[in-house]
Structures are given as structure tokens and as C-alpha cells.
């Protein structure tokens, strides 16, 4: 749509699209509305569209996906989470435990985290593990946990769910909801995740082209829900010194196609905690709009993923090394 | 427990295994039964229970896999699927389109491959597709179908499901649940196959490893289902020649590991249709207790998957070389 | 050319070709004779060579190779390696210890391979090793030991160069040049095998695509030798359960590209000897044109690469098993 | 040795070590000298040598690599490039283009880089190319032009080696010997380059384990040159964005394990001009010692790589930025 369309010539548009049996997608950017079309088997009847009020110009979109690309929409996307934007001049630390494990764990974790600077907790209730005998999380109890630490320190959470009904629950108790490596192609889950009414956290798939990230994000934004951010957590690779492969040219690669925002997460991309502070950095060099990482004031009695944690002393120093590069970037913290 | 221990015994193990808060499964062999206990988060108390009756000896397994085990069970596991063995003599052939896409096109194919000796029919319904804009499958109508080609051709069904519901479905209409390569660690999936009443049939993941394949198949395993077919599809590498590349060595692997029986399907593991057949002849070759292929008899217009299904004249000229090879494995068609 | 030009009407060619500044290939197949054109930076004059005699047709390759290309040479090429035939009807066994560690050990081992069907015999003389403080061969002292195993078994001998000198003194000693994985791009080397005068074993390099194998092949042929026969060893992936995974849809992918004949390996492949036997038998089933396998009649104390080799028992129970997969493939041992 | 040990002292323990049939590799470093002991087949009589005058502790390497290993030598190496220091407080720029083309062009970007900050001059003479038909480099005359280009502009010079003969030649033009990927184990070149007395830039190999890495930096080590700087060059992939994966948690792995000095060229890394700024900025943040970088006046032109090549333009702004992220890590430019 032109600048300055009204909001009356958007429902014009949309009107007239879904009059064609298509779907429309009115995804407002901060200079233009963009209206993205899916449901076409064939061509759309370009001229029809381009001669309605307030339209600027109709793009047909070569990729296989659409709604997540820049060709629909040039404006970066900031995605708010809990009150934080995510995707705009705030290089965004999002940090906490990998799970829930006690009530006093994650509240001391969530303190020390904040006054570090941090500006969201994460923190897993549903662990989706490799053995069916490892710890699988605390469930609702660990939502419950989760909520009263936003409450006291006024981080929003976001914190991952499995499947549908974990879906339920997390929109419930937490800001935003994530989808793991694991289930990047679990298309059931990313419909629900797309009809949620809050964010939605995608990690990238452990073997994913950048193809199939974007279609995976494209099938929640197709269900309506627009609000995406992906996250980096490294690839597998025949790495001997590293759980994954982090690939932070992906970074790079997801501003030029897509307008959605990008986190990068190296505690799983290394899986080793001497790697977490310098992959940071270099995630916040490479134009991440931020870090997640896992912190455990007690890393080595942590049940999940202890020897990829920081301590909240590491986190601290790490915070005052972001700021310094956030700038050549534009950025602060 | 030794051979010749009554099921009085069988079910004493047990109860005295659940008394004390741990899990036992009970899984019946050729010459013993195995019973493998789960739910322990340290040590068992193994002198107990190898002074009741009927025990043989107690083994402390030490891979994070249990279940699924040769050590827990050393003989091969033969999965009934509608009556035909797997992981037997037989070299099982299953057969048929990617997608259902409609009842003529399946019943056609269903025919032609019943006639070319295939044992078992595959064909899908709900098709996870990269793209929310691909084909879908047609669902329960899909269902529907395989069934009436079951009734006339008498080739048991083996569909995938996506999520639990597709489970209930499936359950309901097929003799076997497939679980896609991309939900190989869909944890919740897994956990609702373990409770089905039919056959799980559970593909590699695109960058599993053999640990994480094993940990997968314990999930269902462990849910009390140990009717589980695993199947090698190929994984994802650099390959700038076939869409993945087929694993072949997975196969001795699995054998030396588990007593799971495996298959091998080269349709998705090359993506090509001219490596579909040597690669089924190697697949037999290399000791996979069968091969799963695509066939469609107008492959070029095949909804899904075209390039990589075989015609029914291939795949009758595929069985004649099979036929060969088997026998020098000890098997038969 | 056509069937039936003669001598001079292929050196009519050939002068035309270089009176232009190009080079021309005359390779001799089984119908016709091909005659591969490089050296041209832009389009070449094809009207002038189309209307010389014998000229059947001039076709424009649109890869980057064109030696090893099918489109220059339909037929298939055979190599002959001192009298042994490889890429026609025989399935050709190579055999013998990864290393050349004594007259005794070598002989003994050559003697057993004869025994049980091999028909040439494969041995390291100078080893590349990764540690620099591994056993790096025997040198031209292991060469002649293996020229001393050819004397007494009459099997001719395939060996490693690792550089200019070492291939003057394999083409000197031995009956075949192999180029090992780790050389497949060490250009410098291939030109020079590409001026011996003995045929080229050239293995795939650790994680070379096909279009890279096929070029360096090209090197060689471009060089002047079109006596060049690949070998597929492995490439490296995530997996955890061999040291390599063994790409056997190489083979079929070569055969639909190129003329020339292809090895599996796997012994490298694997890198276990428990997996040699059945991924052997799926390189011939697939349709390798042999097989190359390690043996050794003391494993466990031989000085490199010992829990790759099979003893020289498995070998024999191997010939017996391929001997019943080649005349599914037309073949013959 | 202890800090303050004589050379006499240094001497005599050397003398010790050969009397014994041993290797002895004498390393300065910052705060002490330390002495690698190599060829030893079994156990070493430490207590012998620990006795000796000035020898403060004798350790045992548990790795396969030792000369190149921290426990050897704790210091950081630096390695004088020319009078430019690789490794110590400096950030250093690696800058120029792909290929030698021509005088004019090499001056041209020599010039520009040396104004916008570049510390060193890099480009090829010898050109390892994947296909035999492309261009291969200028060879000596290359090297005569970057001889002259480092007469104007006082930039050393790194360039790169493919065979012996060209270790010859680059050692009597250049101020520093490169080793290419596709080389990084072809052990008799690295042998060659361990006898020089120009330093080695040994670039990581296309799928090169860490270990395997170190390896065949010790190659070079053990043969007496102790001038190794490493270079992460991007690893292979399944990647559809960029040519290789760049893997930058290799740097902090390798300053863990090893006192070398690594450098990271973003430009074979990404193969895509727009990523070499954003992972350039990465490497300094990760604390890489260095980038090297392809700089091309008239990149849509370049003989070779022209797609990966920045334009001086975008090399100023890459210094600027660079120049705020190097004190983050206690360097400058």
C-alpha cells in the first residue's frame, strides 16, 4: 500500500482479495502496510489489485516463501515481547538457566541476570530430551516458577513449548514461545504456534537449510501470526571441538531475504561454555539483534546442559563487552 | 529369564520390579524372555532380582538406550505388520505412491505392485510438506482409500501420522504408523506411538545420529509399544548428485546394536529415480531386512515426490534382481 | 567419428584440431573413436571440423569437464592394469594389507588373497598419514617387496604416490598409480600422473562433490592419460558410528556422467571390519566395477589402519558372496 | 627450561636429547624457552632430563601433536611476517586480490589497501583451480609483481605455494609461504614448507577435524620452521547460502589447545562479497589474530573469485569498524 493509506483502503484490499477465495495478510511496517496474498494456485489478477485505492504496486514473489520475505515487506519487522523489541536498535540479551529446576534456582538466576542487564529470562519447563530417561522438565510447575520471577524482576519469559497443548500452556504463563531445533519441521506445531496470540521464538533446525528456516517461518506467519524471531543454534557438522557448528553467516544471509529479526543462541551452538562469551561477541559483530544464552549461578550441578552455562560473573563481563560492540552497529543494550 | 520360565514367573519379575517404583517391560522372544527394567535413577538392586525364579542373570545395560537393546534382547525382534513378518526370512518389499492422491491412482498402483510380489503398501496422507503451500495429502479421506486398496489387493498399509490426532486416525485405518524423518524427535509424537496398538515404522532423521535413532525407537519402546521397524532414508551432506545420501552402513550397525529390525528407503534417500534400483539391490545386499521404494505409474504427474518414484515395470524388474540377491543373505521374496 | 574412419582420418582431425592452437584427445572406444577438443578460451569453429572425413558429429560440451564426460565417449572405458581388465564384465577384487610392513607379512597375505580370487593386489608403500609421528611406509624398499609378491602370485600391483618422485617410482615398481584421498585436489600431483605412463587410481576426496572428482579426473586425462579409474572411500559426515560414511550412490551418479570405471573402498569407508563384508557386497550390487578391501592375516598387530582389515577367512567367505551378487549385475569374479 | 636459562644451558639439554637418538626442537618464547622432544617411539626417560642444569619440568604430551601444543610452549606465538607482527596486540590486516592478473591491477589494489590500513599483501601466483581449464596463475612473473608491489607500498607479502618447486620460488619472493585448503595434508608439501625459512599461513582443509588441523601444523614444526600462523577458511556444508561455513568457534578451540596464531579469511569463508564485512567483524570479536581478505578494484572482472571480492571502497569502511571492535579484545590496528 502507498504511505499514508488509510485503514478503510487496507479492508478495501483485503476485502477484494478474499472475495477471490485467496487470503490476505495485512502486515503494517513503519513507513507502508504490505498485504501479502497466499491460497493462489495460479496467477493473481495483478491489474485487479493495482488499480484499487491506496495500492502503490502489486510484487509477484518468486521464492516458495512469501510472507517472511523482504520482497513484501522492505521495513525491518520489531517484534514485542512482554514490553522489549526485539528487532530494532536494542541488541537484545535474552538469558537464564536452560531449565527450570526449583523455585530459588531460577529466581536467583533471574536476579542476577537482571541486574547484569539482561532484558529477557528464558528457561525451559518442557525439555525435549534425547533420552526418554533424562529430566524432562518441571511442566506447569515450571510455568508457575517462570511467571513469578517475570513478576519480580519484570524480565518477560519466553520459554519453549513440545506440542500443541504445551502450546496452550506457555501462551498462558509466558511473553513468547519457542519453538526448539528439533521441531523446526514439526508443521503441526508451527500451525498451532501460528493461531497463538503471542510471539513466536523459531530455532533453526540442526541440519536446516536457510530454505526450509524461512518455509518453516512461513507457516506460522501464514496462520496469521506475524510475530516471528528466529534464532541460530549452530548446525550439525563433523566438528570435533564443538557440540555444533555455529553459523553466523546465516545472520547476513536472513537480513538480505527475510524482514523478520534474528537471535543468535551460543550455548548450543558450542555446547562449551569457554566459547559462549567470544561467540557472543562475534554473533553481536555480525549484526545478530541479539544473544541468547544459558547462565546457572551452579553450572556443574545443573540437570541439563551444565557445561554450556555461564556463570552470572561470566555474564556480567560478557554484557560489558556487548556494549562496547553493539555500537558499531548502531545498537546499544 | 531362562527358557522354559512359566509366564507365572514372567509376571513375578514384574510385580516385584513395579513394587519398588521402577518399570518393567516384559518382551518375549524365540528362546527367552527379556524383561527390561526402566525408571531407575541410580543403581537397581540387582542381587533381588536375580534370586527370584525363573531369572537367568541381571544385566546392567550401558548405553543410554535400554529397551531397544541386544543386550537387553538378543534375538531379532520380528514386527508383525497385518501378518507379514518383518525382520525374519523375508525380504519385505513395500510399495506405492508417495501421496494418496486419489482412489483410482492408488488403487492402480496398489495392483500392479501386489502383482509385481510386493508384501506391503505404503502411500501417504497427511504429507508433511517443507512449504504450507505444497499438497497437504488428503487426510482421512486419504485414509479411506488405502484401506479399500488393502481389501482388494490384501497388502497391509503402512501411512504416516504428523501428530497425535493423525495417530488416532491411523491407528484406526492402517496396520502400521510411519513417523517421518523430520519428527524423529517430535519427543510427544514418539511418546503417542508408544502407546498405540499397531507397529511403528520410525525414519532416521535427517542428521541423527545411530545414538539418537536408538534413543528415539526407546521413546516408543519405553511407552510399552515394542513393535518398532526402523528405517534408513539417508542423511543430509554436501551431495551435489542425490538429495541425500543413503547410509548403507547404519544397516550392520543397527544389527550389531539393536534387535530392531530395519528397512531402507532409497526413493527418499537419493531422490532420484535411476539410483532407485541399485540402491534397493545394495540395500539387500548390505543385510536391510527390506526396501521401501515410490512407485506411481505416471510418476511425472505425481502431486509430490515425482522424480524420485519408480514405475511398476521398474519396480517389476527391481523384484527379479531382489529375487537373486536375497538368497545369498539367507532370505527369500 | 564414424565406425569405420580410419587412422589417418582421425589424424586429419587431430592435425586440424592443433593447426588451431587446441588440443586434441584421441580417445579409442569399443564402436568409435572420440576425439576431445580443450585448450579453447571461447566458442570453436564447429562447421570446419563437422566437414573434415570421418567426422560423425561435433558436440558441444556444456560441463566444466569433457574428457570424462559420457558425452564425449558413450562407451565405457576399460583400464587395464597389468593384463586385469577393470570396467568390463569382471568384478574386479583388489586386495591386500593397508600397508607394506615386510617381505614375510606382504607375500603371506598375497598369497592368500590369490588363493581366494583377488586379481590384484593393493599395499601401501608410502603411507599419508596424519600424525607425522605415524609409520610413514616402507618406501622404495616396500616397493620392491610388492614387485617380488607380483613375481611369485602373478597379481599385478596397485600403490600409492604422495608426490612427483614417489610417482616415479610406483610407475617404475608397480602396475597401477593410486592417488589417495587427502591428494585429490593436489593439482601439482595429478598433472604429473596425467604424464605416467601407468593407469591412475584416483580416490574421492573426504567431502568432494561429484563435479570436483569428475575434475580432477579431468586433470589427468587432459595431461594425456585416460587410463584413470575412480574409487569411492567414504565421505565425512556427523556420523558416530563409522569413521566415514561410505556414498555408494556415487557409483550410479559416475555411470550416468562418465565413461570411466569406479572402485568402492570399503575398508576406508567404514573404517571397521566388521562392516567390510556387507558394504562390499553393496558396492558390487549397486554396481561398482570392483572392490578394494584391506586384509590382513594378523590385524590386531598390523601398523596402520588394523581395525579396518578383514583376515584373509572373511575374504574367502566374501569372494564366495560377491561371486553370487555379479551375474545379477552381468558380471562375473 | 626455567626463566633465565642460558643458551649454554639450552644447548646442553638439546645435546642431551640427540644423544639419545631423539629430536630436539629448541622454542623461545616470551617468558621462556621451552624444548620439544619428538621420534621417541616409547616412554622418554624424563628423569634423566629433568635433571638437567636449567630445566624446570619435564611434561608429557598426551595429544598426537606436541610442538604445536599450550602444554609445550604456554606462550603465545608471534610470528614476524616481514617485520609485521601475527599474533601479539596488533589485529592484523591480510589484504588483496585473489589472483595476481596483471601489474597494473595488483599496484592498483596494493595501493589502496596500504592506505585504508592493511598490514600485509596477500594474492596468488599459483592458482590451485577445481577445473584444469581455468586460470591457473601467473607463476614467477605473479611473483616478480608482488615483489614490486611491496617495494612501493613496504606491505609484506604472503602468497601461496602448490608444490615444491613453488616453495622455492615463494620463499625467495615472498615474505610468507601459504599453504591452500586442498593441501593442508599433503604431507611432503608440508615437510617442504617445515624446511623453509619464511613463515607458513596453513589454511584449515575443506572438512579438517581440529586435530587433524594441529597435525599438519606439526608437520611443519617438526621439521624445524616454527613460523606457523593457522587460517579458518570456511568449513563444507550442507549450507545453501554460502559457499562454505565459516567456523568461527574453531578460534577459541584452537588458542585453548595451541600457542599458534590463527587468522580468518571471511572471503573463501562466505564466497559472497556482502557477508566478508559482517564475519569479518565476527573474527575480530571472537578474537581471531587477524583477517585476510580479498580486495579487488573491478571485482565483476576478477580472472578468479571475483564474487567474493570486496571493493577498496567497502575495505576502508571494514577498517573503520574493525578499529572500534579490536580494543573490545585488547588490540588495535
Not at 53 to 71: D, Q, T
Not at 190 to 204: E, F
Not at 271 to 294: F, H, N, Q, T
Amino acid at each position: 500500500m502507498r504511505q499514508g493509506a488509510t485503514p478503510q483502503q487496507v479492508e478495501g484490499v483485503v476485502a477484494a482479495v478474499e472475495a477471490r477465495g485467496l487470503r490476505a495478510h495485512a502486515i503494517p511496517g513503519a513507513q507502508r502496510t504490505a498485504i501479502g496474498i497466499t491460497g493462489n494456485k495460479g496467477a493473481v489478477e495483478m491489474p485487479v489489485f493495482e488499480s484499487l485505492p491506496g495500492v502503490l504496486e502489486v510484487i509477484r514473489v518468486s521464492h516458495a516463501y512469501k510472507l517472511v520475505s523482504r520482497e513484501v515487506k522492505p521495513d525491518d519487522t520489531v517484534v514485542d515481547v512482554g514490553g522489549v523489541p526485539v528487532g530494532g536498535r536494542t541488541l537484545v540479551l535474552v538469558a537464564g538457566p536452560c531449565a527450570v529446576e526449583s523455585r530459588e534456582q531460577t529466581l536467583t538466576i533471574a536476579r542476577r541476570v537482571k541486574a547484569a542487564g539482561a532484558h529477557l529470562l528464558r528457561g525451559g519447563a518442557f525439555k525435549p530430551r534425547t533420552s526418554p530417561y533424562a529430566f524432562q522438565g518441571l511442566g506447569e510447575k515450571g510455568l508457575e516458577i517462570l511467571a513469578e520471577a517475570r513478576a519480580e524482576t519484570g524480565l518477560p519469559v519466553i520459554t519453549e513449548a513440545v506440542d500443541a497443548d504445551g502450546v496452550d500452556l506457555v501462551e498462558r504463563y509466558a511473553d513468547a514461545i519457542q519453538i526448539g531445533a528439533r521441531n523446526m519441521q514439526n508443521f503441526s506445531l508451527l500451525k498451532r504456534a501460528g493461531q497463538a496470540k503471542k510471539p513466536v521464538v523459531l530455532k533453526r533446525g540442526m541440519s536446516a537449510t536457510l530454505e526450509e528456516f524461512l518455509l518453516s517461518a512461513e507457516y506460522i506467519l501464514a496462520e496469521g501470526n506475524y510475530a516471528v524471531i528466529l534464532c541460530e543454534r549452530g548446525v550439525r557438522t563433523f566438528s570435533d571441538f564443538s557440540r555444533n557448528t555455529l553459523d553466523l553467516s546465516v545472520v547476513p544471509a536472513v537480513k538480505a531475504l527475510s524482514h523478520l529479526p534474528i537471535l543468535v543462541d551460543p550455548s548450543h551452538g558450542t555446547g562449551r561454555r569457554d566459547k559462549v562469551a567470544p561467540l557472543s561477541r562475534a554473533a553481536a559483530a555480525v549484526g545478530a539483534d541479539g544473544v541468547m544464552v544459558e547462565v546457572h549461578h551452579d553450572p556443574d550441578r545443573a540437570l541439563s546442559d551444565g557445561p554450556q552455562s555461564i556463570t552470572p560473573e561470566m555474564f556480567e563481563g560478557l554484557v560489558r563487552e556487548l556494549r562496547q560492540i553493539a555500537p558499531v552497529l548502531g545498537r546499544r543494550i
